[in-house]
């Protein structure tokens, strides 16, 4: 039995769920979220509990069952809390300010890249003397918000000699060493 999927899923004070045959609902403070579930999971709504079960013992339907529960719980908690991500850029230069959607980013290329942020997403960026510029990412679909910030990063990873790139707040990255000098 999948301990993720049986673990009941709590309706916080504020937040409405709905379910029409496979297509849920969750509308709460911060937004509404719809999304359409897979056939084969029976989803319950009971006692401000909603309740993921599985139709068989099968391989694909083990499988389904977490990731339904775990679905439906990332959508409860983004429009009730929310979700963020901090993202920081280390390199000399290294910049990142935004007008509005449009991030415009100095990663040390010889030009400029602007990235439309989707409008589902509230951007912001910050510069403090003596830190890193750091790029902040709110929103109340999680899958949606982890895609935008990988794509982010993948404008330029962060390498393993300086550790130079854009890498994700509290991330620790693999330092490798350098050239050494040769003995002869």
């Not at 979220?33 to 339907?61: G, S």
């Not at 409008?119 to 510029?133: D, F, L, M, R």
């Not at 990873?157 to 990255?173: D, Q, S, T």
Request: aromatic share 4%; no cysteine.
């Amino acid at each position: 039995m999948s301990r993720v999927g049986k673990k009941p899923i709590p309706i916080p004070q504020g937040v409405e769920v709905k379910l029409d045959k496979n297509i849920i609902t969750v509308k709460g403070k911060l937004g509404t979220l719809q999304r359409a579930l897979h056939p084969d999971m029976k989803v319950t709504i009971n006692n401000n509990e909603i309740v993921v079960e599985r139709p068989t013992e099968q391989k694909r339907h083990k499988a389904l069952h977490g990731t339904t529960r775990a679905i439906i719980a990332n959508m409860v908690k983004g429009v009730s809390e929310g979700f963020r991500v901090v993202q920081e850029l280390v390199g000399v230069g290294y910049r990142a300010s935004n007008k509005g959607q449009l991030l415009d980013l100095a990663l040390g290329y010889s030009h400029h890249i602007y990235f439309e942020v989707p409008a589902e997403i509230k951007v912001t960026t910050k510069q403090e003397k003596g830190e890193n510029p750091k790029i902040y990412l709110e929103s109340t679909d999680k899958e949606l918000l982890g895609l935008v910030a990988a794509k982010i990063r993948s404008l330029r990873k962060p390498e393993p000699y300086k550790g130079k790139g854009i890498k994700f707040e509290g991330e620790v990255l693999r330092r490798k060493a350098g050239k050494s000098a040769s003995k002869k």
